[in-house]
């Protein structure tokens, strides 16, 4: 089983849908999870975190289930403007808390339609 | 400015050449990464350095030398390129503390090697 894992997408969308990416890991010691968002050619800029009790920015919905491995991202209302790659990533601490790496799904693409 | 830069920005070079790829930082982050891109395979760890006097592997590093020169900068060396190291290669950057996790990359080194 792969560390990080996505949707495969792509995912085509009309403007205004809502959408939803889902993300597994298997790592049962990671503390940390992020969505990040690549767009075309660019660098990856980090989206949001994702707690336990689940957060959300505007349009932007993040959970996690611990229990299950889980991690899932909400997009409401999606706009021409959020066309770009997702990316699950996850950070696996080292024992006695020193940072560990992310580690990196690999991406679900969104395209989202006039 | 950009907190991340990355020289050259394109590279095309033949099998054999040695090839070197920069990073300066301006966030005053102690770690440095970088990582390279694959289409399908997404974003994989080549070498990390958590200081100046700290280099560690990551998935990836064979093939590949670092040195971390200062605390801003970060350069990675292919001795001897070949074809299979064609890919995006992006440098990053993070801080130690509460929002140590986010790592903030620069624009990427695409290095296309003939």
């Known amino acids: 089983r792969k560390e990080v894992e996505q949707d495969p997408g792509p995912f085509n969308v009309p403007e205004g849908a809502t959408v939803a990416f889902n993300c597994t890991y298997s790592?049962?010691?990671?503390?940390?999870f992020f969505w990040y968002r690549q767009d075309c050619r660019k660098e990856p800029k980090l989206l949001m975190s994702?707690?336990?009790s689940g957060n959300e920015d505007g349009r932007f919905t993040a959970q996690l289930n611990r229990a299950s491995q889980y991690i899932s991202l909400l997009i409401r209302d999606s706009k021409l403007s959020d066309s770009a790659t997702y990316l699950c990533?996850?950070?696996?601490?080292?024992?006695?808390?020193?940072?560990?790496?992310?580690?990196f799904g690999k991406g679900t693409k969104l395209s989202v339609k006039p | 400015d950009a907190d991340v830069t990355q020289t050259p920005r394109n590279r095309i070079t033949k099998t054999g050449k040695r090839i070197m790829l920069e990073c300066s930082q301006t966030?005053?982050?102690?770690?440095m990464y970088w990582y390279r891109q694959d289409p399908g395979l997404g974003l994989r760890l080549i070498y990390y350095?958590?200081?100046?006097?700290?280099?560690n592997k990551g998935e990836i590093s064979d093939g590949y030398s670092v040195s971390r020169q200062a605390q801003a900068k970060f350069s990675l060396s292919l001795e001897s390129a070949i074809p299979n190291q064609t890919a995006l290669y992006f440098c990053?950057?993070?801080?130690?503390?509460?929002?140590?996790?986010?790592?903030?990359f620069g624009p990427g080194t695409r290095l296309t090697v003939l």
């Open positions: 990053a950057t993070s801080d130690i503390g509460k929002q140590g996790d986010e790592q903030f």
């Open positions: 790592n049962s010691a990671s503390q940390s």
């Open positions: 994702v707690y336990s």
């Open positions: 990533v996850v950070n696996t601490r080292f024992y006695g808390g020193s940072q560990g790496n992310l580690i």
């Open positions: 966030k005053g982050h102690d770690r």
């Open positions: 350095s958590f200081d100046v006097k700290d280099i």
